[in-house]
Every structure is written in C-alpha cells, then in structure tokens.
C-alpha cells in the first residue's frame, strides 16, 4: 500500500515563498514519475508540475519559471519550491504518479497554500 503525506502549505504574502514536500511510502516512489497537483477552491485537480525518475521536469505555463519540482530517491522525498507566489496559487497541494505514465494511487490530505493579497 502507499501512503503519501504532503507537507509544508501555509499562508503567505503575494509574491512570497514556500516549499513543498511530499513523503512517500512503499516501492511507487523510486521506480515512476511523479507530479504535484493542484485543487483550487470550486476547481478541478490538475498536475502543475512533473519530475521523472531521472530527473526530468515539466511545468504547466501558469507556474513555469517561478515552481522547481525536484525529487530525492534516496529517501523517498519529492519537493515543489514556489517562488513569486500569487493569489491565484491558492489550492490544496497534492503529490501522486505523474497521470501521464499511469494512473494516479490512493491520494493523500494534501497540504493548503493561501496567498493573500
């Protein structure tokens, strides 16, 4: 069974910083992609950003340049740090398989960003 647990959200400022980390258990970590998804109030859950095993990234446009998604398989850690952060980040953070490669496991609590004005 896997068990994920998103950690670091938080309230800050416009234009501030947070870092994300999400702690995996079980053998999905070292051997799939994996992506941070997003799910903003009355919104859908999407993947903003995705990491392969070999440490390939992507982004979606509305995050590129100010999100780094990074993974340590070592210990079975993901990373998202958001620079920049903007109102319109406000979400709950989760992290799964990236959904391009397969479907996505049993999801996490996720973690809240608020960013306030």
């Known amino acids: 069974q896997v068990l994920l647990v998103e950690l670091g959200g938080g309230l800050v400022q416009s234009g501030g910083s947070l870092r994300l980390t999400c702690v995996a258990s079980g053998s999905i970590f070292k051997t799939n992609p994996m992506g941070w998804y997003r799910q903003a109030p009355g919104g859908e859950r999407e993947m903003i950003a995705s990491i392969t095993t070999g440490g390939r990234t992507k982004y979606v446009d509305s995050v590129k340049g100010r999100f780094s998604i990074s993974r340590n398989n070592a210990n079975n850690e993901m990373y998202l740090q958001m620079n920049d952060l903007k109102p319109e980040d406000t979400a709950v953070y989760f992290c799964?398989?990236?959904?391009?490669?397969?479907?996505?496991?049993?999801w996490g609590r996720g973690t809240q960003v608020t960013v306030a004005t």
């Open positions: 799964n398989v990236d959904q391009e490669w397969r479907a996505p496991v049993s």
